[in-house]
Every structure is written in structure tokens, then in C-alpha cells.
């Protein structure tokens, strides 16, 4: 669907090309890959330019004002989970948390959901082990399926149409749901596919900037943030707010370097930066990157992921996640960011719409309760009634603290 009033124009070829890309699928050789990119270089914004902007306002403003951010939904969204049903259950849950954030608060709360596009997955490792069969691991339906046999996990780029598609629907269930409501829920994504992203790229007629009209708010993930690549050389070249993870492994010049290629003219608002360090580490790995921001001068929004730099396995092989060390990880966030007089500006986590049992805590016992309702495509999430916890606590800094 066309967003009424959008006369964007098609982009053939920029900065990113040319360039290695971590994380991409090998399917060059399909039969349907040529038509697949086509189609997307053909087809509508999924998101007005007139609507980034609104939300980099907004996100400049938040730094202004003190105001908060919160981000979250699926770790991979399903395909086929973007009916109008599904997309407005998962706004009312995003909606329900943003409200408390703010009612705990007295601050505005943007919200921005992982949705509408969140359909590729970074993975640890290319393949995995069924039995005594290897097969090529589950990308995210953007790229394959998670029915774990050997063909229903090539990748298919005719994914990426169904994936353009999705987001299409949900992007419109989102817009109506907005209604003009200038907090959100925006969407957001991981711009991870360079074949997927580039093409959606659009030259604003108005501006004459470029804008990635595949999502509000794309990511750079921990294992695609590489300056010299093509994902980071993407979202440099275009004018929506950005967003970048960073791991533990992440050095302070790395993340100079970061922050020049995606804010060199250091605006308010361009830039979300989201730690991702884990409970135990976090004291160590982000004090220096949050120094060596502020010396280079960017005004960056600072948002805490509680969640990747936590995830363990359990004995019988299920990845699930501690609600005490995610709690303790965004405490830790905020007293590192108020000690050195940053603005600690929300949460990004994974978040599902139905009553999951995927993390530990708050109703869920012990990693035996795991089995009630697992259900997650990639990483395990939080239940609303795990987030509504984390949330208090966040806002409260008097949860129960692992030492
Ligand atoms: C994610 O957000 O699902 C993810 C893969 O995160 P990261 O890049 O921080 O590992
Ligand atoms: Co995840």
C-alpha cells in the first residue's frame, strides 16, 4: 500500500555498494532472485519520509526535554503473525507498557515497536545439528523457514516480496492505530539484508535527502555495525534516525568510529545508541564508550538492551534469559548513565504480545515453567507481565538486585 500523499523517488546504487556484508544469504544463484529485487526496487514506501522526520523530531525533542523511549516486540517477527488481529494485540501491549513507563515516570513516552519489518536474524552460527543432520540455521522469514529441515531452510529471496508485503500490513494497521498520535508507536527494524534494504531506499523529491523507507527506526545489530560495511555505509546514507547496538566486545574507538559514519554532523535525534553488554560486564565495557561519546560531541539517545548480553542455555538446550539479571543489567545502565550525567533514555527489549513462558521469573518459576508456552522463533521474551516488572523496577531502582 501506497501512504497517501508519497512521491518518493527510486535510488539506483549508493555508498553501500560494492561493500563486504556480514550476515547476508547466499541466493545470488536462485531463479527468483533478479524478480524478487525488482519487485522491491518497483514498489511503494512502506513509510512516508514526512513520517521519519516526525519521529527524529521527536527523538531530538526527548533529548531536550528528558522525555523517555521505550522499544520492544518480537526478536523475529512471523510472517505469519501480521493480520490486523495479531499487529493490533501487539500495539495494545506496546501501548499498555508506554503508559505505565510514563504513568511511573510524569514523563512523555515515545514509543517504537520491533515490528513491522523485523524479519531477518543475525545468527552465532551458519548451521545447526538435528540428529545426526547439519542444516543451514533459521535466518528469519525474510530469508527461510524455521521448519528445521534441509529444504525449507535454503534461503528463497521470494521471501523478501512476502516480507515487503507483511510489513506493508502491519505498517498500515500501525498507521491507523497512530491516528495522529505524535508518540507512536513508530516502527523499527534491524536493516540487515543489503538486498532487501537497498532497494527500498528514496530519494525524498521535497528534501532531495534519501530516506530508508523500509522502517522509522533501522538498526544496526551487533554483528553488522562494522563502519567499512554495507549496512553501516546504508543507514549513512540516509536521513532517518538510526539506531546501532554495541556489545561488550566493543572498544571505545570502535565506537567513535561509529558514531562518524552515522552522526558526523552530530544532530540530536540522528543517533540511538544501545548497549547490549550483559549483567556482568556492563560496570566494565560501557563507562568508556558513554565517556568517548560525549568527548566526540554526539548527542546520542542512550537506550539499554537488557536482554542479548544475558541470554543463557538451559540442560535441555532451551535459551531462555533471567528477569533478575535482565533487571539488574538496565539498573546498572541507569546508574552508569546518571553517574556521568547522560540521559539514560529508555528500553529496548523483547517483548511478546501473548502470555509466553520463555523467560525466568515473575510467574515463571524455574526453567522447568519454560515448557508451558515456548514459542519464540529466535531469542526467548518477555511476557508483558515480566516487562511491566522490569519497568517498575527500572523506574523504581528497588527490585531484588543479583549481586
Ligand atoms: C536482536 O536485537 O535480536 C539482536 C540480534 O541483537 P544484537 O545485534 O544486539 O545481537
Ligand atoms: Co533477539
Redesign the pocket.
Known sequence: MQPSGVTTDVVHGGPWEGRPAAQQPEWRDHAAYHESCRTLESAAPLVPAEEIRHLRRSLAELLATGALLLQLGD??ESLYECTPHHTAHKLQVVDRLGNRLSELTGRRVLRVG?MGGQFA??RSRPTEQHGTQVIPAFRGHMINSELATPHTRQPDPRRMVWAYEASAAVQRAMRAHRRGDRDGPWSSH?ALVVDYESRLVRRDPDTDELYLTSTHLPWA????RRPEQAQVALLSAVANPVGC?L?PNATADDVVRVCAALDPRREPGRLVL?P?MGHHRIRQTLPPLVRAVANAGHPVVWLS?P??GNTVTTGLGLKTRHLTDVITEALRFRDILDGLRQHAAGL?L?VAADDVTECVGAGVENEDGLHRHYTTL??PRLNAGQATELIEAWTKGTAAVRS
Open positions: 526478536c523475529a520491533r536474524k543475525p534491524e545489530g551487533e554483528r553488522t547496538k556489545g544501545i547490549r538492551d536482554m542479548h529496548h523483547e529466535c531469542d
